[in-house]
């Protein structure tokens, strides 16, 4: 199975301040087709996960911009360019590369 | 719009089985594979079992392997799995999400299976 490492797992941060999450993939996920199978989601409090993310860098429909996904071979980024409250949640990474299908520990963002 | 909406949680006992059902619309179902993700109370989401979009093939999660069943009916638009030999670890809300390629981009809201004496 395709372990993702994610860190921190819990990152207090201040309004309007920016946050940056890491996920770290043990093996390739670069697909077929050149394309890297690499999702950001989003799950606030209460609330089922939504994507916001795929393939590295594509932001998904409604997706604020001040959300961006970077990265390459086994190291990818999601950064939150200013924090709003409405930010508060849990952020995964996962792999659709192979199955079974593997998420990071999550990462848990709070206002400070 | 898309919609999938899981249904089919609820109180079980251990040993006993379930059927969840994720009824979707807004879009091809035909095209699409299927997920079942679930979290475990305060825990991080877990994949539990997959069907590609002409149900060629399955794949299904050590811990549920020989016990759980995931199917996907076309003609209803409706995603399964079958749930055998449940355990109390097994307990977690349970969400159906649909993929076109690697991505998971819906989900559902999700239904609760509790798993206790």
């Known amino acids: 199975d395709i372990v993702l490492t994610q860190s921190p797992l819990s990152l207090p941060v201040t309004l309007g301040q920016p946050a940056s999450i890491s996920c770290r993939s043990g093996?390739?996920?670069?697909?077929?087709?050149?394309?890297?199978?690499l999702n950001w989601f989003q799950q606030r409090p209460g609330q089922s996960p939504r994507r916001l993310i795929y393939?590295?860098?594509n932001r998904d429909s409604g997706v604020p911009d001040r959300f961006s996904g970077s990265g390459s071979g086994g190291n990818f980024t999601l950064k939150i360019s200013r924090v709003e409250a409405e930010d508060v949640a849990v952020y995964y990474c996962m792999q659709g590369r192979h199955w079974p299908y593997t998420f990071g520990q999550g990462t848990k963002l709070e206002i400070k | 719009e898309v919609q999938l909406v899981e249904s089919g949680g609820g109180l079980v006992q251990p040993g006993r089985s379930l059927r969840l059902s994720c009824a979707a619309s807004?879009?091809?179902?035909?095209?699409?594979?299927f997920h079942w993700v679930r979290q475990a109370p305060g825990k991080g989401l877990e994949w539990v079992s997959g069907?590609?979009?002409?149900?060629?093939?399955?794949g299904y999660a050590d811990s549920v392997k020989g016990r759980f069943t995931i199917s996907k009916d076309n003609a209803k638009n409706t995603l399964y799995l079958q749930m055998n030999s449940l355990r109390v670890e097994d307990t977690a809300f349970y969400y159906c999400g649909k993929d076109k390629h690697g991505d998971l981009d819906s989900w559902g809201q999700g239904t609760l299976v509790t798993v206790s004496s």
């Open positions: 807004g879009f091809n179902f035909n095209e699409y594979a």
């Open positions: 393939k590295v860098f």
């Open positions: 069907i590609t979009w002409d149900s060629g093939s399955k």
């Open positions: 093996q390739s996920l670069v697909a077929s087709d050149g394309s890297t199978l």
